[in-house]
């Protein structure tokens, strides 16, 4: 977790929510998600697009029988985490072609990687950042990018 993190802990705003692997359940990842910023009184664009595409992918790449993805946002002044846990921690997000949702959340997400999940998954997080806490003013280096995060 960053340091900026740290020292914000009483500001922390924390949402989960377990939910079909099934398209209807992408579509209401997306859904919960912004009627609980919107409930925060956080921004939508990004964190909804980097949302529905994280979703989406969990219930193609990580799905399993039987099994559903966990949603949760966790937010501090400036700063909204969002993360995605499916059931296959052996299907591990790249960007590359010819999809083009990680491609989408590298462009509106700070940061983003993917780490082990409870077993035997895996969690995709994504970081969005605004105001003076903010890290998309600096650009970002050409080779950072994908599971080593930003």
Not at 42 to 49: E, G
Not at 81 to 110: F, K, M, Q, S
Not at 117 to 137: D, L, N, Q
Request: aromatic share 4%; with cysteine.
């Amino acid at each position: 977790m960053n340091s900026e993190l740290a020292g914000s802990a009483l500001d922390a705003r924390h949402y989960d929510v377990l939910l079909s692997a099934t398209p209807r359940g992408a579509r209401l990842a997306r859904l919960l998600a912004v009627e609980q910023l919107r409930g925060w009184g956080l921004p939508l664009d990004a964190p909804r697009a980097i949302v529905a595409e994280l979703a989406v992918n969990a219930v193609t790449h990580g799905r399993v029988a039987g099994r559903g993805f966990r949603l949760e946002l966790l937010a501090w002044p400036g700063l909204l985490r969002i993360e995605v846990a499916d059931t296959r921690g052996d299907r591990l997000p790249a960007l590359c072609p010819p999809g083009r949702g990680l491609v989408l959340v590298d462009a509106l997400a700070d940061r983003w990687g993917v780490r082990e999940g409870p077993a035997p998954g895996k969690v995709v997080w994504a970081e969005v950042s605004w105001g003076a806490t903010s890290r998309r003013a600096t650009p970002r280096p050409p080779s950072a990018h994908g599971t080593s995060g930003r």
